[in-house]
């Protein structure tokens, strides 16, 4: 993954650098432990071709129950894809198909904060049935869905 993750126009919006190998493994170990809130869940997949099974990216959803109702979840998502793999579709195909994830276990708003400048992530997010709200947290905008 760090060679998928390794260049730079990757952080173009998001801020910050690629990691290297070490910091990276750091990174999943840390996400595989899980969150130290047992109200937080940290879900992580790998993006691979279907015919290859090259590694071209991740997405992610970090799912929390509200204070008031802890059958309230919320997920809020992310998305990464290689620059080589850019511009085929695999964005939206997988987070199409993590959303549908959520759906079935439960989930009933999915969230996702974009750089208002990032039209492929925008892009994505609309095939994924999230619409902009008008709400901005740290430049970003935030993206939702209502599930149920």
Not at 29 to 50: I, M
Not at 61 to 72: F, H, I, L, M, R
Not at 92 to 99: P, Q, W, Y
């Amino acid at each position: 993954m760090s060679v998928t993750l390794s260049d730079p126009a990757l952080h173009t919006f998001i801020g910050g650098s690629p990691l290297d190998p070490t910091a990276l493994r750091a990174r999943y170990e840390r996400l595989v432990t899980g969150s130290p809130d047992p109200a937080v869940s940290w879900c992580n997949w790998v993006l691979r071709l279907r015919d290859t099974a090259q590694l071209t990216g991740t997405v992610q959803a970090t799912v929390t129950a509200t204070a008031a109702a802890t059958e309230d979840l919320t997920a809020e998502i992310a998305w990464v894809v290689g620059t080589p793999w850019q511009g085929r579709g695999l964005a939206s195909e997988a987070v199409r198909g993590l959303v549908a994830r959520l759906r079935e276990h439960g989930i009933r708003t999915v969230i996702a904060h974009i750089h208002p400048d990032h039209r492929a992530s925008a892009a994505v997010a609309t095939a994924a049935g999230l619409a902009p709200t008008g709400e901005e947290q740290d430049g970003e905008t935030r993206w939702q869905r209502q599930l149920r």
